[in-house]
């Protein structure tokens, strides 16, 4: 798995001319050819024509006085052009052909969101265009050559299975209800949620990530499998790597009630010093949105590794890569700083 995966040039997206809609007219009621033929003809996306179609469809009569329905390039170019007067500025845009591929390109490559676009759009000057309206745009599908899984991962909600049996019973004084003000409230930097990534299959490698709860700090460490084992051995090379600051840096951290998070006792065991070196906690059952920072910079993670994908093949560098862009991402919740911008102010 690498960066090439997803930086693919592609053909730069142009609108349908008049002319391009009359030879859709002629394949298509005449000639009767399939939408996926007429794509390959003018070198478009099947969407792209399929949508095109639906636009221009209308009734007629043939020559035994039934209706039916057919293209018209007339009426498609009608609507066309009603659609960027009402939209206004997308004249702007669509005639900017460096500006579109430069927004194509911070969606798809860079994984940007439409409203980081925005404050960086107007920051160099470029155009007042807001998240809002890219969305618009992307959504429908005349100004940009971007699907709206090119954009971000929709959150797919589970149903919950009350009925799921939980292994051990978790010590009162770890939940989440007896976790310190300073990490509830955010007001204090060191607290932490943790999750796993899951690849292809059940087994093999996982990403374990960790999210600091007031800058959104990111660490995501590869370990073996979705064992406790291998998560207290990412903390015990945490603790390693940062030596006295890992007591300042990480004072809390919450996780949710899987197995793979039960062994508290060792995963709060210094590795290298008498005692405890951090305090875990665990969220409610089936409360995701109790690690909701964590949870959403998952989400983050998987516009670079899909689900499906095995996490065996995907090396340490592109974990890094992906962990300093996370880092390094301007958030609204901060005014456009990123979590390193806030870290440096700190």
Known sequence: MCLNNYNKEKKKYKHLSYAERTMIERWYNKENLSKKEIAKRLAKSERTIRREINRGL??????????????????AQEKYEENLKAKGQELKIGSNIKLVSRIEK???????????????????????????????????????????????????????????????????????????????????????????????????SVLLTLTERMTREEIIIKIKGKNSEYVVKAINGLERKYGKRFYTKFKTITFDNGAEFRDYKSMEKSCIKKGKRIEVYYAHPYCSGERGSNENNNRMIRRWIPKGTPIDDISKDFIKRIEDWLNNYPRAMFDYKSSNMILLGM
């Open 58 to 75: 209308t009734k007629n009569l043939n020559v035994y006085f039934e209706e039916i329905l057919v293209y018209s390039a007339e009426i």
């Open 106 to 204: 911070m969606i798809k490559e860079e994984k940007k969101s439409p409203e980081v676009i925005e404050q960086e759009l107007k920051r160099e000057n470029l155009i007042n265009i807001t998240g809002r309206t890219i969305r618009n745009y992307i959504y429908d599908g005349n100004v940009f050559n971007i699907e709206k899984e090119d954009m971000i991962y929709n959150k797919k909600h589970k149903a919950k299975n009350q009925n799921k049996r939980i292994a051990k019973t978790i010590p009162p004084e770890k939940s989440i209800e007896n976790r310190p003000k300073e990490a509830n409230e955010r007001s204090e930097y060191g607290h932490w949620e943790g999750d796993l990534i899951i690849g292809k299959k059940k087994k093999g």
